[in-house]
């Protein structure tokens, strides 16, 4: 099965190799027992599993179409040509991620004797993706749940009481479902399954907290959940924490880049309100857009014209752009296509305007303040005549006829939402917050690598100017290994991954203050003020607060003053 396009390269490397090649390397050998002359496979597989038993020493089905193979060396060529065989990689060890991100986030010491924090006593919910409820990290040694409740936004049933979509799960459904077998909502992206993991799985931060689940959104073509959706989940989960009496730490591990960033729109109003109800604290990662080349900035002095070039990749088939600028400037606005046709000055009013450079219409909206935003906004959407718009690098001219405070903001889509060629050629990091992580009211938290004690450069960071201190602190959030459907695990880094570290801690220090009698006021914007006290410095920045890393690293022990 040498050079087997259905296997990964490194497999397709070791069995290229000489034993003493296997050896002496570091992972080659990983999975091959040259004993028996077998070796142990990972099998991505569709249709029926009895042709891979047929040529397998062991087979472990997993979920989705996984299986754990122990195979001979001699029928590995006769497995690759299986048309049920996808792919096949060998194994890897882990070295668990999770573990180093609590050790280095200072949690040994608070999780031994005498305190033995936890997470007891503390709910802990997660709205994402989902989770697979099926995975040992969310179950009992005796194989029940540890999830109180899942709602499941997606699916039709029995929405939970004051709400009207998707399907409520109580802890006795979710043990009857995995008792019985019966189907139970599942997590495609695997992104809630690994946020849970680490804040609060088995092996996470809070391993003996409560769990609570929202997997949102509705079933639609693009799979996204809605704000609607997530304010609905937020609203779930506070009623929850409230029915059952328990304190509660909420994980929101994503966001988007459209908003003015200051913390205005309904969504971060929102949440700053019912960040403050009960005893609550939401945490929010800081996004992934630091180094994205999503967002521009600068300052437009009254008689010098900016020119900011944006390059629009291949094969794109849409794209939008937010320019933000106060209210009391003027200045004109001409967007110019790669080829030299100019649209402009764009008219300082709505309805929409509309205008066609190449096979490509621009759909514009310039904007007013609003009663929430003193900003002015001008939306421009390109939209392709044909398949894809008009790829190469497009300008804008921002031609200045009044400055007053001269300072603008320009946002693309998040970089989930565009190709990768598609960015600022002059981008600016700061102000790269995603939102709602821009809510006063929230813990942000950004990303560090725990390994070499830098910043992550895709983490999202903050703007002085704004008078508001952004991200809070950093976790790590370079290669954490987390849970994954089927049983399994897989690294990952985001800021996805470093927000959970910090929910997990905030479990911890209202199990500490609230649920052990320490503190009964320790929640809300007190558990933030102790994170922030507690938070250790990384070696690059002399000056803390900063927009980057916040207070710094995230240190349980150090928030205790232990």
């Not at 122990?70 to 040509?81: D, G, H, N, Q």
């Not at 939402?417 to 992580?437: D, K």
Request: glycine share 10%; charged share 20%; proline share 5%.
């Amino acid at each position: 099965m040498m050079d087997s396009q259905k296997a990964e390269n490194e497999l397709n490397l070791a069995l290229d190799a000489i034993e003493w090649e296997r050896e002496h390397a570091l992972g080659l050998s990983e999975g091959y027992d040259p004993e028996e002359q077998t070796w142990e496979l990972i099998v991505k597989y569709s249709g029926n599993v009895e042709r891979l038993r047929e040529l397998a020493e062991q087979t472990t089905e997993l979920s989705g179409g996984y299986a754990v193979l122990i195979v001979r060396a001699s029928m590995l060529t006769a497995l690759e040509e299986l048309a049920e065989v996808e792919y096949i990689e060998k194994p890897r060890r882990l070295y668990f991620a999770q573990t180093e991100g609590k050790r280095a986030s200072c949690m040994s010491t608070v999780q031994r004797a005498p305190l033995k924090l936890t997470g007891r006593g503390v709910i802990v919910a997660v709205l994402d993706s989902g989770v697979d409820c099926r995975h040992p990290e969310f179950r009992r040694a005796d194989g029940t749940s540890r999830i109180l409740a899942l709602w499941d936004q997606t699916g039709e049933g029995s929405p939970p009481e004051g709400f009207r979509i998707g399907t409520e799960y109580t802890r006795e459904e979710l043990n009857e479902a995995l008792q019985t077998g019966a189907p139970l909502p599942g997590d495609v992206s695997g992104h809630g399954t690994g946020v849970l993991s680490i804040a609060a799985g088995n092996q996470g931060v809070a391993c003996e907290s409560e769990l609570l689940v929202v997997k949102l959104g509705t079933a639609r073509e693009n799979g996204f959940p809605r704000t609607t959706e997530l304010m609905q989940g937020m609203e779930y989960v506070l009623r929850k924490a409230h029915d059952y009496g328990m304190p509660l730490a909420v994980n929101l591990s994503f966001g988007n880049s459209y908003g003015s960033h200051t913390g205005r729109s309904l969504l971060e109003t929102y949440l700053d309100t019912v960040s403050r109800q009960g005893r609550t604290v939401i945490c929010a990662g800081s996004g992934n857009e630091g180094a994205r080349a999503g967002h521009a900035a600068g300052n437009l002095r009254d008689t010098v014209e900016q020119r900011i070039e944006i390059s629009i990749g291949n094969y794109e088939p849409a794209l939008n752009l937010q320019i933000w600028k106060n209210y009391a400037d003027r200045f004109d606005i001409y967007i110019v296509h790669p080829r030299g046709q100019t649209a402009g000055p764009l008219h300082e009013s709505p309805p929409a305007q509309r205008y066609l450079l190449g096979e490509t219409e621009l759909l514009i909206y310039y904007g007013e303040p609003r009663p929430y935003s003193v900003d002015q906004e001008i939306f421009v959407e390109w939209i392709p005549k044909g398949s894809y718009l008009d790829a190469g690098i497009w300008s804008l001219r921002l031609v200045p006829r009044k400055t007053v405070d001269g300072n603008w903001e320009m946002w693309l889509p998040s970089g989930a939402a565009v190709g990768s060629a598609t960015r600022f050629l002059t981008p600016s990091p700061e102000n790269t917050l995603t939102i709602p992580s821009t809510a006063s009211g929230l813990i942000t938290v950004g990303a560090y690598n725990d390994r070499t004690d830098a910043i992550a450069g895709f983490s999202g960071r903050g703007l002085k100017e704004s008078g508001l201190q952004k991200p809070d602190l950093v976790a790590p959030g370079v290669e954490i290994t987390a849970a994954t459907p089927g049983g399994t695990y897989q690294s990952s880094s985001g800021t996805s991954f470093a927000t959970p570290f910090v929910t997990g801690a905030v479990a911890l220090l209202m199990q500490y203050g609230v649920v052990d009698g320490h503190d009964a006021f320790l929640y809300g914007e007190k558990v933030k003020a102790y994170l922030r006290r507690g938070a250790r410095p990384l070696s690059a920045f002399p000056d803390y607060p900063n927009m980057v890393a916040g207070y710094g690293k995230l240190c349980v022990e150090d928030s205790l003053d232990l």
